[in-house]
């Protein structure tokens, strides 16, 4: 057996007084439930400490990206437009592998590291998912981080996640946790107000949905408001949603947790 030395041994215990906050309970003002039910969207300031998403950014140097062929195209646009008119030309989108300011994703970490693991089924982060559902349980079912560069990092049009999911029933949601600053100009999530009442609409691709439905054009425009590291947001997985470019030179940090129903 390896000895451990005193100095490594104290590393390890300061860790772990910096993890126990995820011990700890949060509890989640009535008002973002009512509103996450309401009108599809909740927010969780204060969520996760300095320490804990210090340490998610440190694990997440460690993670291996996620493919770029996993993913199909950019959401920049090569070309074309979204009319419905069938003499026009469809849009066309880059490549990932020719775009730099795609978003970069790692993926299913808790399913290969104890470490995000704990962060998805914590008391902290798993008790705030079934106060916001309203549910004696819940299924952790995905982590994946969303990192868009500086400079410039492409939008994200409004879509659904529920058609990308290979789920039978809805009623998952998505925890998006910022891991640095975010201002209004780096991108953070927006949501179409009461968008989750609208049923799944289906793949929209890498279109905004709003050009398939028309009617969700007149749809108020919520969030996009500036967020502190460990802050949160959530959204059904029916609420349509999307993100603005990142015009900073910062690079925009989340992870993000998602639950389902346990029945």
């Not at 700890?24 to 969520?47: C, F, K, M, Q």
């Not at 400490?49 to 646009?77: C, H, M, Q």
């Not at 990192?147 to 409004?158: C, D, I």
Request: aromatic letters at 8%; proline letters at 5%.
């Amino acid at each position: 057996m390896t000895p451990v030395s005193g100095a490594t041994r104290e590393v390890r215990n300061e860790q772990e007084r910096d993890l126990a906050f995820l011990d700890s309970a949060y509890t989640v003002p009535d008002a973002e439930i009512a509103n996450l039910h309401e009108h599809g969207w909740a927010r969780l300031p204060g969520l996760l400490n300095a320490e804990v998403v210090a340490e998610l950014r440190r694990r997440l140097a460690d993670e291996p990206l996620r493919p770029l062929d996993a993913l199909g195209k950019s959401y920049r646009k090569l070309g074309g437009n979204t009319a419905a008119d069938t003499d026009s030309e469809p849009v066309k989108f880059l490549d990932h592998e020719l775009d730099s300011k795609h978003n970069q994703n790692h993926e299913g970490m808790a399913w290969r590291n104890p470490f995000f693991r704990r962060v998805g089924t914590s008391r902290r982060v798993a008790g705030a998912a079934v106060q916001l559902m309203r549910r004696d349980r819940a299924v952790f079912i995905q982590d994946i981080s969303f990192f868009k560069p500086g400079g410039g990092g492409s939008p994200t049009a409004m879509h659904q996640d529920y058609a990308s999911w290979p789920f039978d029933r809805k009623g998952a949601i998505t925890i998006w946790i910022a891991l640095v600053d975010v201002s209004e100009d780096m991108g953070p999530l927006a949501y179409l107000e009461d968008s989750h009442r609208e049923g799944p609409l289906g793949l929209a691709g890498k279109l905004d949905i709003r050009s398939t439905y028309p009617h969700l054009a007149d749809a108020k425009v919520v969030a996009g408001r500036a967020l502190k590291a460990g802050d949160a947001q959530v959204h059904w997985d029916l609420t349509v949603h999307g993100a603005g470019p990142n015009a900073t030179d910062v690079v925009r940090e989340a992870y993000l947790t998602r639950f389902t129903g346990a029945t």
